[in-house]
């Protein structure tokens, strides 16, 4: 039987909420990122409620322990 290895992706564009900039950005594998200043206009970004990372809440691919189905912040 053959088994397919789960491949994370470390790499996520994260969006502005407030003015829309993005930026490209590699994600830490070895901590939640709660905090994250928009190069463009300053904001700094938190969590959404319920989310564990900014990564999760404004990026294009959600943090790698998420992408492994356990939690990040626990």
């Given at each position: ?19 829309g900039h993005q930026a490209h950005e ?12 928009c190069a463009d206009c300053g904001a ?31």
């Open positions: 039987m053959e088994t397919k290895e789960s491949v994370i992706e470390l790499n996520s564009t994260l969006t502005c909420p407030k003015c590699t994600m830490p594998t070895n901590a939640c990122q709660w905090y994250y200043e700094l970004l938190r969590p959404k409620p319920g989310d564990c990372c900014v990564y999760c809440s404004y990026g294009s691919v959600a943090c790698p322990p998420i992408q492994e189905g356990i939690s990040c912040c626990s």
